[in-house]
């Protein structure tokens, strides 16, 4: 058996098959239509929170200013992410098969430069602003509990909240990059091999 393989020469000879433009058109109209569908259902829930969090504050009637100070920053939270949401519809709908390569590419680079604007900034905001919403809320009612409760009631909403922050946050931030990278890596392949 020889032990003097060349790797260089090895690595030269080999073939790949670059990907097909056609898949990758496929593959961003799948991501496409992932994005709008959890858009269109991002949108019902959080409309649907904000009128339940509405219809608390006026069945229950809270008392103190904190309570009502706490559903603001809930609502005000949700909105700005919601409206911030949302901005990512014209870049979804600009990238497009009918674009010329580099064009579709800055269009899929924008759209993932809106999409980590949107999981960086604008979900940092919207977490601090619900965390203060919540607990001030919550402050008016867990203030009414023997210490112990009170001190649970709040413990478990923060653990919720961290978990939400950093276990599922930041798996799906990575999902959605991964995908956006991977089209836009096969897709400068195909233009520096063209």
């Not at 229950?60 to 911030?84: N, V």
């Not at 649970?152 to 990059?177: C, D």
Request: a positive charge.
């Amino acid at each position: 058996m020889d032990n003097n393989v060349n790797l260089d020469e090895l690595w030269a000879k080999q073939t790949v098959n670059p990907p097909k433009i056609g898949e990758l058109f496929l593959k961003l109209a799948k991501i496409k239509r992932k994005n709008i569908t959890k858009l269109i259902i991002v949108n019902i829930l959080m409309i649907a929170t904000i009128a339940f969090i509405i219809f608390i504050w006026f069945y229950f009637e809270p008392k103190l200013t904190t309570t009502k100070i706490g559903i603001i920053l809930t609502i005000t939270g949700i909105s700005t992410y919601l409206f911030a949401y949302n901005l990512l519809v014209p870049s979804l709908r600009e990238t497009t098969q009918y674009q010329s390569n580099s064009e579709f590419l800055k269009s899929v680079i924008k759209l993932k430069e809106r999409q980590k604007f949107l999981q960086s900034k604008m979900l940092q905001f919207y977490f601090v602003i619900l965390t203060l919403g919540i607990c001030m809320y919550l402050y008016e009612y867990v203030s009414q509990l023997n210490f112990p409760l009170a001190i649970f009631a709040y413990s478990a909403t923060l653990i919720w909240i961290a978990f939400n922050w950093f276990y599922l946050r930041p798996r799906v931030i990575r999902k959605e990059q991964d995908k956006l990278n991977e089209i836009i890596e096969k897709f400068e392949n195909i233009s520096r091999q063209h």
